[in-house]
């Protein structure tokens, strides 16, 4: 199955990339989804201290479109590989988002944390990754 299949089943309404509108729709479902199981493990861990902050700041990424990419995502055409590269991307952050329920303790945080960040640097990188 491919990435588009994938995020078609894991994304209820799931947009797609065909059109500026479809793709801006597409990356807030991904950037919402993920936010929303970072903020249950806000609440479920109750973390302090810097793996707080940490937290906090990837939640707060999550709720805006990087700035630095958005003239490359906003094209008004993306070729097929550009659209491919953001489709596995967002499909490994969303993914990576279903695991957040496996971080069961505080001390598990940092490691999935780091991931979380590597993922949205990705999902960055595939939108910046070609101008139509």
């Known amino acids: 199955m491919d990435a588009n299949e994938a995020l078609k089943q894991k994304l209820p309404g799931f947009a797609g990339y065909g059109d500026l509108a479809a793709r ?3 990356d807030g479902e991904v950037r919402a989804y993920l936010g929303e199981r970072l903020a249950g493990l806000s609440v479920r861990l109750d973390p302090t201290g810097a793996a ?4 906090d700041g990837l939640i707060l ?27 596995g991307a967002d499909l490994a952050t969303v993914e990576l988002a279903d695991r957040a329920d496996g971080v069961f ?11 979380v960040a590597a993922a949205m640097d990705a999902r960055d990188r595939a939108m910046q990754s070609s101008r139509a």
């Open 52 to 55: 707080a902050e940490r937290l």
């Open 24 to 26: 801006r729709l597409t």
């Open 105 to 115: 303790n505080v001390d598990m945080l940092p490691d999935y944390l780091d991931k």
């Open 61 to 87: 990424r999550a709720e805006f479109m990087n700035q630095q990419a958005l003239p490359y995502f906003d094209s008004t055409t993306l070729d097929a590989s550009h659209i491919e590269a953001v489709a």
